[in-house]
């Protein structure tokens, strides 16, 4: 069984996270395939979802400032509403599309949960024709993923869902959020008994990143409002 014991060291918008990954030796050894190879893979893979989630939600206090910090807009970029209560609708995502100068606008992606593109690709005209097909691909199913008003949708689940009050689309130029690497992952397997507990083989994850909003102007976001 593996067992994970973890600390995160903060200072400001840095983060330094240690994880230990330890499970008892003689399961490593009898395993049937390459245990070391497959927890660096999966340790690596939970690595970057978290660091996406912060990169949209952190909170800044010793862990990178997300655009929508905790899933608000504490960064006052510029809010569009959607022109509803409680839903999106396409006037308001047109208005969010044109809320950023026209500079940033052809680098510029949308953000939002699969639930909230769910939504939009179900919004219909009064003929009941829909405004956005949900897979409209360029080279079929294979091809590049579907645009919205001409720029490309990324899918980020820790994105807020929609709802009255809520932020659940932003679209912005990934320029102006800055991304700070200042040490790498690493991962180191310990066999000795002074750093591991009896009988066991020890992986410890280390990190350190920050990340910050740093053009707001390059940003913009729906709230859901009338």
Known sequence: DLNREGQVFQQGLMRKQDDRYWNKIAPMEDAMF????????????AAAIDEDNQFLTGNGIGKPQGILPGGGNLVSITEKNSGHASLLTWDGLVGLYYAIPSQYRANARWIASRGTYEA???LKDSSGQYL????????????????????ETLEQETMPSVGAGTYPVLFGDLGGYEI???VGMTIRRYNDFSTDRV????????????????????????LVGA
């Open 34 to 45: 390459d245990v070391e190879s497959y927890l660096n893979r999966k340790i690596a893979e």
């Open 180 to 182: 700070y690497d200042r």
């Open 132 to 151: 956005w097909p949900p897979f409209q691909f360029v080279g079929g199913a294979n091809g590049n993923p579907a645009k919205l008003l001409g720029n």
């Open 120 to 122: 939009i690709a179900k």
């Open 199 to 222: 009988n066991s083989t020890a992986f410890v994850m280390r990190r350190r990143l920050g990340a910050q909003l740093t053009e707001k102007w390059r940003w913009a976001v729906q």
